[in-house]
């Protein structure tokens, strides 16, 4: 058998894995009656629906030609692992850092996904939108955000 | 006159001084990011929802709005100059309005383009005022069975009308319930899909996703692409006004697409970009021979732009009448009401007044701010085409991040957005439509409601659904919609009408 759609084929996986995990969980929960619906009735009728139709586009991918063969192409790897990490420690610095110390960072490090990674341009970024990221959601949104490292305040 | 008085309670919450400062606001950030390609709406309202916090419900929600419409106009304005459509609606706007562009005719196109917009918002302003009130008074006749097959037929709605494979979109759906379904349950307490951890028994919150799907998954895909060469007609912009031969040609075209667009809006899954799609293929016919399509025909441009803003203008109805969202933008609005503990659906306009017609009041008020913003102004917005992607970028990760953990000032919210962020990505490789998953997720926990309390009424007979008229015509325009689209010359039409995107 050979995979006529990679896109299609990847993506009808990902529904039947996800149909069949949610049908084993809602197994967990009461299912009641038709008469009187329990907690697991609505979540195993979808995740049964969202198998099958996953099946379908799988069988698909495998019968289909698609010119082409839709291949998936490369994976951004560095822009995907770059922002993710970002992210990230920004939910873990910002709490214990406060806000002075984990714009900066964050600016640091979501530049390295970019083609091009400029000190001067980076730095001014990084100023501007810590004072700015202040005057925003601290003064004029009056968020609150902790604004300096636990040492400091 | 009904209208009149409701029109008259409107302006004046429209017309105060706050209201039309957020108006104003919202418009401006809009026309900003419509204007900044890799930056869509529904990433900034996402954004700017907990924000929404210290806010009057009214203002935050005329902000939100001027958000949506002003996106509209920032979209047209770079798919002109620039070739590049800001926002998916304006794909086609790019495809005539570059090229006039290129023949010195920018302004020509600017000047079509915006007030086409104008027109249609004030139509589409004065359609919603009309056509809310009946609506209204039918949902309230709506029974949970009713409520059920409608939320079917927006759903399935949704997915007929939009580009890409039918079957996935579907899926996508689904998959989207299923995510909603990870909450405790209501009715017997049981917290599902929590795997114990305390944060997951009141669900993942939609801004998570949202933001997470739509603002980084974006941002990676963006990234990912190799930098596009951009060729920038700043200089060419003069002549603002269209010669006579141009209004002689644009305006039927305008009042076609306004037509079209407001037709189209009011559909589950319409809105903005079909309406503008639609348009163009109805322009390119009527002009037929005479037509310089493809060539910079200033009709390839007025009647797109006054259907999308029409269809945007539209597409609040059934949100704001039946609480049910036609699109992802309109699920955030839906999201931001609950936030400011305003249950939508029929009770809004009664509960109310003030916000609903005050919310529709400040859309005429936001056009019109927008065409004053952008005729005159449109040199500062070119200015802002040049910021490169690499400072944008980082302020974009920077206030979704910001926005997410202020939400609930929680951690655990930031570290979800990064692991749906990886998500977004992956649908984005797999050609997985993010947007029907959201619509479901927000529509999830409302549907299974509607389901179990039909079934405990019926006695456990899922007859229930087709025995009352209401029900089983709503169910049976849904089933319809799929067998259309599943046609084979139907079929076909729709991929080719979506090849352009």
Partial sequence: MKIKSQRDFWSGLMFVVVGVVFAVGATNYSMGTSARPGPGYFPLILSILMALLGSFVLFKSLTIEVEGGDPIGAIAWRPLLVIVASITVFGAALPRLGLVITVPILILMTSLAGDEFKWKGVLATAVVLTVGSWAIFVLGLKLVIPMWPWFVG | MDLLGNLALGFGVAFTAQNLMYAFFGSVLGTLIGVLPGLGPVATIAMLLPSIYSLDATPALIMLAGIYYGAQYGGSTTAILINVPGESSSVVTAIDGYQMARQGRAGAALAAAGLGSFFAGCVGTVIIAAFAPPLTELAFKFGPQEYFSLMVLGLIGAVVLASGSLIKAIAMIILGLLLAQINTDVISGTARYSFDIPELTDGIGFVVIAMGVFGFGEIIANLGMPAEHREVFTKSVKGLWPTKQDFKEAWPAVLRGTALGSLLGVLPGGGALLASFAAYTVEKKVAGASGRFGKGDIR???????????????????????????????????????????????????????????????MWVGNAMLVILNLPLIGIWIKLLTVPYRFLFPAITLFCCIGVYTLNNNTFDVYMTAAFAVVGYVFYKLSCEPAPLLLGFILGPMMEENLRRALLLSRGDWGTFFVRPLSAGLLAAAALMIVIVLLPSIKSKREEAFQEE
């Fill in chain 2, 300 to 362: 390839g441009v007025a009647g797109p732009e006054s259907a999308n803003n029409a269809g945007a203008q539209t597409s609040f109805i059934p949100m704001l009448t039946l609480g049910i969202p036609p699109n992802a933008v309109m699920a955030l609005m839906v999201g931001a009401m609950t936030i400011k503990g305003i249950q939508p659906g029929p009770q809004v306009m009664t509960s109310n007044p003030q916000l609903f017609w005050g919310l529709i009041a400040s």
